[in-house]
């Protein structure tokens, strides 16, 4: 199986299984003397971790981080920094129960990747899925929290905005209310109306849907290049490989369809610094793949949960029809875990353009 690696200059590379001794990646391109250590890490990892509310998988995980190389102590600050060399992070499983797999071995859950990766490859991890179980997003994680280092300034943070029919009510977003709750969600009211709507989805033995906005603040104009060099583009690309998305928009996305050309501009004034002072967002912070200076905003949808309990019909290896029950521990909306991971997306991706950006113009700031 090819594919595991994405970026250019900052480069992440997984590895390893939902049901396997441990996952992890190496992270190659990170400059050197950046203060790293593992608590570093951890912290974005924990704010991913399974089984902290009745909402995710009951699978509980540690996710303790271990770097395996990449970092080594400067003796004038007596800090842990990086050295510039690769960074390989390990994350090990402990809680496994690949017992409750079983009954799968031989038949295909309808919505999930388990026969398209036996069709390709004529071999498939049943195991929770191996290589397509959203476990995997905890290396995107880890390698996502050494991105932020790299990123001067730039705050980045996630929230979900909709779950099933049900949407945040925007006049009430709060960010700090995102960490208040377990369904990272800014709105105090909005996330009490979910939370009783996800019990409900939970005893019926289904699962829902969900839409996560992410967000990045203080992004200097002039990242990203022209044509094939897209920061939309790239944003668009490391959003949609996150496991269970169906779609992405960058600011208004597909409700820019229905602005006229004055409603959709985003109109500019001279500022005091020298650069525009623009008067709405509506291309979410990319014009002509190039940041502007103004917040980045994406959106993702995350469709349900494939694994649940509702029998459904299918087919087993063999070709001949089936009917399905998933058994085992899983996320009636994988969606809420999903916040950490949007972020750690945009942040490689970011680090990456960022990286880029330098090498072709020089040490001076972007725009």
Not at 175 to 188: G, K, M, Q, S, Y
Not at 280 to 305: C, D, E, M, W, Y
Not at 330 to 344: N, S
Request: proline letters at 6%; aromatic letters at 6%.
């Amino acid at each position: 199986m090819s594919h595991n690696t994405f970026g250019h200059l900052f480069r992440v590379t997984t590895f390893g299984e939902s049901h396997g001794p441990a996952l992890g990646c190496v992270v190659d391109g990170c400059p050197p003397l950046i203060p790293l250590d593992a608590a570093d890490i951890q912290a974005e990892l924990d704010r991913r971790r399974p089984g902290q509310s009745r909402f995710t998988t009951q699978r509980r995980e540690p996710d303790e981080v271990r770097i395996l190389s990449g970092v080594f102590t400067d003796e004038r600050s007596g800090r842990q920094v990086t050295t510039g060399t690769p960074i390989a992070l390990l994350i090990e499983n402990v809680d496994q129960r690949s017992k409750d797999y079983g009954e799968i071995r031989e038949t295909y859950r309808p919505g999930h990747a388990d026969y398209t990766y036996d069709a390709k490859y004529c071999i498939r991890d049943y195991r929770g899925g191996g290589r397509s179980s959203a476990r995997e997003t905890a290396a995107r994680v880890a390698a996502g929290a050494i991105a932020r280092r790299i990123l001067p300034g730039i705050a980045i943070r996630g929230a979900v905005v909709k779950i099933g029919p049900h949407e945040v009510d925007r006049s009430r977003w709060d960010w700090d209310e995102v960490d208040r709750n377990p369904l990272f969600c800014p709105d105090a009211r909005t996330a009490e109306l979910w939370a009783e709507y996800l019990d409900g989805i939970r005893k019926d033995g289904s699962s829902i849907g969900a839409v996560v906005e992410v967000v990045a603040e203080g992004v200097p104009v002039g990242l990203g290049a022209p044509v094939y060099g897209k920061l939309d583009a790239d944003l668009a690309a490391a959003l949609m490989s996150i496991n269970a998305v169906k779609g992405v928009e960058i600011g208004d996305g597909f409700a820019a369809a229905e602005l006229r050309g004055e409603e959709n501009a985003d109109e500019m004034r001279p500022g005091n610094s020298g650069a525009p002072v623009f008067l709405s967002n509506h291309a979410g912070g990319i014009l002509g793949g190039i940041s502007t200076g103004q917040p980045i905003v994406a959106r993702f949808a995350v469709k349900p949960t494939s694994s649940i309990l509702k029998p459904r019909a299918t087919i087993n290896r063999a070709g001949e029809a089936a009917d399905i029950v998933t058994k085992g521990r899983h996320d009636p909306c994988v969606g809420i875990r999903a916040v950490p991971v949007g972020e750690a997306m945009l942040a490689c991706v970011l680090a990456d353009h960022y990286l880029r950006h330098r090498g072709q113009v020089g040490e001076r700031a972007p725009g």
